[in-house]
Structures are given as structure tokens and as C-alpha cells.
């Protein structure tokens, strides 16, 4: 055997169940690249230590579910923003609530903290930013410009701008003092979900659901270049320290760019499915992935991944030669002046609400005494967050790098604990962890969650809803019988299987029949059959091809989809929710304002044939629509996606109230 055994270049570090329902959010602090905070339906954010199975503190105090997640630069400060619109910020090291803000009106969807002032920027769902100042816990200022959520916040390294990525497909650049929008980047074809900018450079990245990254100029405010052609959206993305490279974070894969000109350095496969946030720390990237309550963390051993010159992976553009890469310490463009002080604060607060300009009451130390911050691992407390008047502060700043697994390590499934081995999370108590646990490094395994089948079958999932390797096998009346004929393995495996084809094979020729009118050109006639046939799998099929060409949607169109709309919005399966979300909001963004504006217009004189079939169509789409209305105002409580896009929706059929 030889000495030096050849390791992983990716692995699974941990899997834990961060919360007792479904984790809506989470972050990495990019300081320590150790400390990981999660938010979840729980209405609770739980931080942890990254490699460690128990929560170290629970902060309590949200009443609805948090939406978006930050840490502060030093790590000392978190601020969560929940379902209802307030933002909480605590202090980790004294334990407690720091501040209680209110001022949205709907879900917070992007945080960030000042990089040297005590400020909070928050992006919410209302399509406003809102700058907050910590110390005197009001809000600042108030930029609007974006028409759709707000997705992403980020302050230059200077402290001077703030950009913004939205759902309305812009990225928008902000001065922070004089309280208005620098330049407005457009570009991309979908909402955008994150922006990050170069930590020396005027640059800033920003990538999208379009499945492109783009590299945009500070100085000359244009696009440096595009990388397009990903497979899938682009979730996260992270520059590297010195700034020589972009990580971006797809579907279980990571990829390194560089911009000038375009290129991939290199390609890392990374089973960590929809990650969502990155963080750099000993030379080696940490990415976090969540399913449900179970968060995932993984490691990237970036000395084994190219980071520039000739190692280059996937199809450049043209022929042009690769310039040679910029030395590190040199720059093609003007660099960030970081000042000792704080930033200057906008030239005037203006107050728009009453929630926003009142001042500390007792309504507020109310919810200040509500909220708390519970430690569930005094030991690990003590160690991450020691008092500001220590020496050392941790988490240390040298922290040894996580130790990669042997390349040809097999996969380590983690098994169900017996049930006197579950440890709550919640409650976690020292010296009683699990030695089979301990002893299987590098994946640390939480408590498990006993197998229910859910209300919404989720559309993405690796396993079907509840299977049971049991289930395929014979009952066996006497234990010791181990061993199972392959006969009556592949019996029980067949079971069932002749009804799955009978349905597949309809479904199939279902499908068939409207695709042979579809080619005759006559959409509405084809959606008839599809609606005639009574099966809202087809329905689906149709619309997910439908809402793909906007310019196919038609007012009779619509009169026929509604109804099967407010079917869609009320199944148990999460993807047909989603479809019938996507379609109302195309009619509600295409059609909406015609129906109203026909609906109340004056009748007109004589007799006007096209006019009263029209009239009679808008008055049976308003008809439709305010019932679905009704559903979509019971459902806009619902937490996670479902909830986030029903609350849209109840924004957009406002007028139906």
C-alpha cells in the first residue's frame, strides 16, 4: 500500500436536520468559512458550527417563518428577515436582541450588512430597499425602482454603492449617500438571482435563472462579458479572495470563471444539489445545500482545481487568442478606497409611513423581551463566541482545513438511529452523542426524521414519497430466514408495475392527440381536447409548453385555462401548484389591465358584434379570477416557495379585494 493515499477533490462533510419543519434560508459567515446560520418555518434561526452536529444557539422571537438570513464581516451580528416583513438583529456574543425593525410590507427576501458602518440593507418582496441604521434603529432611506421582488443586496467593498439583483430581471446599482440609482444593468432574461462584486476591482458578477453569469464594468458602466449555456440556473456565485477567479454554484456542480475574455478554468462535480450559499476558508470552498429540514455542507479542495491560465474546460466562443491572465496585485481597473470611517448616511430621511419614523415604545421592548436567544451548546458557545474583551476571538482565524476523505472511499449512507439513540437537536445534552456517529467521520449525521407522507409531494426529491425497501420484499414470519429467493424479489418488485405502464401508455396517447392538433396551428382547439380529456397531468404538460411563449396566450385562451388553473392551485403536487402559479401570473400581467379597462368602459352605440364577445369573455375571465382570487388569499399564509408565490399573486389581484 503506498504512503501517500490520493484524496477527494469534493466531499460530503455533514448532514443535520437544522429545524423541526422546513429551513427557509441560510447562510455561511465568510470571515471564518465556519459558522453557518438557518432560518426556517419554524419561525426560529439556528446557528451552528460548520462540522458540528448541535445547534449552539436558537434566537427566538419572529412570529412567522424566516425568509433571508446575514452575518455580519467580524461575525458577531446576524439579521433575519421573516415571512410578515420584520427584520431581527442579535448580537451572538452578548446572547440577545440588539434590534426590532419594521417598516415592509411583505416577505424579506435579501440582507446584507454595512462592511464598516452599523447598517442594514433589506430587499423585499414589496419591490423596496430600505437602508436601516442599527444604532438608531430606524430606517434610513427607501430606493425604489425595481417592479418585482428584490432578490439579492450586496455593498461594494467601499461602502459607497449597493447593488441589487431582482426578479425584474435588472441588476441596479445604488449610491448609498446620495439616495439614487447609478446606473441600471440590463441584460438578462430571467430573474437574477444573486450579484457579488470583485473584492479589489470596479467589477461586479451577477447570475441569473437564465442560466447565464455576467461580469458588468463600474467605471464604464457596460457588460465586460456573458457566459452563458449552463444547464441549469445559476444559484450562487463567490469571487475568490485575490480576486483571480469567480466560483459559481449550479446543480450539483461548481464552476471557476474568468472574465476577460470569457472562459472556464475548470468544472467540479459536487453532489450537493441546490446549493445555496458559498464560503472560502483554509483554500477550500464550503457550500451549503438544503432539502427540506436537512442542511448539507461540502467541501472543494481548491488546490486541486484550476483557478487560471491553460486549464481550461468547456467551448470558448471564437478563435480569438487567451490573453494572458493579470497578475495578481495589478488591476485593469480603478480600485476600491476603503475608508477608516463609517459611510455618510443619506442627505435627508424621508419618513413614507408611521411604522417607519416612530420611535422606541414599549410595543417595541415588548417584542425585544419576546425574542430570545436560546444556547443549546453552552460548551460550543463558549468556545465560537467569547466576550469582545478576550484576546482571541473565535472562530479562530486559523482554523485547520477539513480533512479530505481517500479517493476511493466508499459512500458512507447514513443509517437511522435506533430510537434510543435520537438526540433532539433542539435540546441538545452534552457527552451523549452517538459513538457509531463519532466514529464515521467525515459526515456527521443528525436526528432522523420518521418517514410520513407529506401534503405537497415536492417536484424535485431523489426518492418517491414514501418507499420502503421493505415494501418490495415478501413477509418473512420467522427472522432467521435471511436469505430471499431472487424470484420472489422480482415478484414483489413487479408488482404494481403493469398498472404504472397502463397509466404512462394513456397518458402518452393523451398526449399525442392534442400534439396532432397543436400542429394544425389551432392552439384553442388543441387546449379544448386537452381540457376534454380530464386530466390534470396533461393540463400541466400543455401549459408548461404554453408559458414558455407568452405570445400564445389569447383572452379566449384564458377562459378556458382559469378554471383549470384553480384546479392546479389546489393539488397536492408541488409542481402542478407551480405550473398553475406561473400561468395565472402571465394572465394576470398580460390580460388584467384589458379586462378591467373593457369592463369599465361605457357601452357603446349601436351594435358592435367583435365588442360584445369581448365584453362577454372579460366578464367571464373576471368571474374566474375572483374566485381563484379567494384561494390565493387563503394560500398567501402558506410558508417557503408556496407562500412566496402566492403572496405575489396576492399582490397582483388586489384589485379583486
Sequence with gaps: MAASVATKTSWKLQEITAHSSNVSSL????????LLATGGEDCRVNIWSVNKPNCIISLTGHTTPVESVRINTNEELIVAGSQSGSIRVWDLEAAKILRTLMGHKANICSLDFHPFGSFVASGS????????DVRRKGC??????????VRCLRFSPDGKWIASASDDHTVKLWDLAAGKIMFEFTGHAGPVNVVEFH???????SGSADRTVRFWDLEKFQVVSCIEEEATPVRCVLFNPDGCCLYSGYQDLLRVYGWEPERCFDVVLVTWGKVADLSICNNQLIGVSVSQSTVSSFVVDLSRVTKSGSGLHGPIKDDRPLAQPTPTGSSLRRIYDRPSTTCSKPQRVKHNSESERRSPSSEDDRDEKESKA???NPEDYKEIFQPKNSITRTPPRKSEPFPAPPEDEPVIVKEAAKPSQVVDIQTPLPN???PDLVQRPPIASSTPVTRAEPSVIPAARN??????ASDFLPAVKNQSQCEIVDEEAMSQIRKGHETMCVVLTSRHKNLDTVRAIWTTGDIKTSVDSAVAINDLSVIVDVLNIVNQKASLWKLDLCTIILPQIEKLLQSKYESYVQTGCTSLKLILQRFLPLITDILAAPPSVGVDITREERLHKCKLCYKQLKNISNIIKNK????GRHGSAFRELHLLMAVFE
Design 27 to 34: 447562510v455561511l459567515g465568510k470571515s471564518s468559512g465556519r
Design 125 to 132: 418582496l414589496d419591490t423596496n430597499i430600505k437602508l436601516w
Design 140 to 149: 434610513v432611506f427607501r430606493y425604489k425602482g425595481h417592479t418585482q421582488a
Design 199 to 205: 473584492p479589489n476591482e470596479y467589477l461586479l458578477a
Design 374 to 376: 436560546e444556547i443549546q
Design 432 to 434: 451523549q452523542e452517538n
Design 463 to 468: 426518492a418517491p414519497i414514501g418507499l420502503k
Design 636 to 639: 398567501s399564509g402558506l410558508s
